[in-house]
């Protein structure tokens, strides 16, 4: 099989650096270009990506040049571009790449919730991967943006999954996000080390609204979302990688910790994609289970590991705990799964 050739967004970055990362050798992407700002535009990526991963810079990315997002046009042999802008940038460069043609595969969240946006956990709803046709009519364009969910979101989002079929009434959650989330400038260390800020710009807003539309259903043309409130409260801690999760869930009806567990073991899915998991969900049965410091990197980082189901104070109600990897399967892997998915599925 030819591979297909991609570039990657703001790949200077904490996310830019494990599309860097993650997709040397991938069996079916070929990195082709990295762009990013003006800061960095002409010098060797080696020059310019503050390299922290625990993983030697891929020799081949460390020689390419950083291009200026001015230039991506002239690349035409690229099928997929991989953003990790800015979101204060990404609208207007993601749209104006898509329009020219591009799949482009994003991580930020100005796109996320528009209606004929894919928001796309393929475990979950790779069904709604059809709404790219319905984007590309509306909008005339040649190529179309596709999305993965806030890192937060999507450790919660695919964790709730299995339990939708006992009719999830409420869900609260309380998040303990790893300082990489925050990008490579981020929080400063004397603000997170030997503390907890209680506060993530705008990260309430999404844990609430993106798990209803990727655990809604598609009718038609659209999406109609899960009718489940979710309350969240976001907290930043001073871990490297992995965002823990304490998580409520109000049913319907009255559900077993058994039956929780059941369903989280149970859970399979039809993708088997090079970035797909064996398991999405590793059930974690020691009591002081899932730790970042453990678990992050359970399936690559791709898996997502859930433990401490036990029953709450409420009524129906089950609390748990999840953790998985925010740079991996929170972004970036995130990211290449959903574009191995199209490319699968022949979207691109
Ligand atoms: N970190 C996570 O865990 C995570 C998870 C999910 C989603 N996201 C989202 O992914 C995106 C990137 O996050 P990050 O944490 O990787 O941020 P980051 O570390 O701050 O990296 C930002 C990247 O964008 C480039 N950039 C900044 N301004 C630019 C401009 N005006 N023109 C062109 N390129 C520009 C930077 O290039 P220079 O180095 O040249 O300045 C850098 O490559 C954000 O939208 C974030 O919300 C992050």
Known sequence: MKKIKVGIL???GSVGQRFVQLLDGHPWFELEA????ERSVGKKYKEVAKWFLPYKMPDEAAEMVVKSMDDVSEIRDIAVLF???PGTIASEVEKRYAQAGYAVSSNVSVHRMEPDVPLVIPEINADHLALIAVQKEKRGWDGFIMTNPNCSAIVLTLSLKPLMRYGIKEVRVSTMQAVSGAGYAGVPSMAILDNVIPFIGNEEDKMESEPQKILGTLEGSEIKNATFNVCASCHRVPVMDGHTEAVWVKFEESVSEEEVKKAFMDFTTDIKTPFAPEKAIILREEQDRPQPKLDRDAGKGMSVSVGRI?????ENEIKYIAQ???TIRGAAGAS???A???LERGYI
């Open 34 to 37: 990295l762009f990013a700002s």
């Open 340 to 342: 191995e998915v199209l």
């Open 83 to 85: 953003s990790a802008l």
């Open 336 to 338: 290449i799964l959903n």
């Open 10 to 12: 703001g790949a200077t």
């Open 324 to 326: 998985g990897h925010n």
């Open 310 to 314: 036990r029953r709450g104070r409420m």
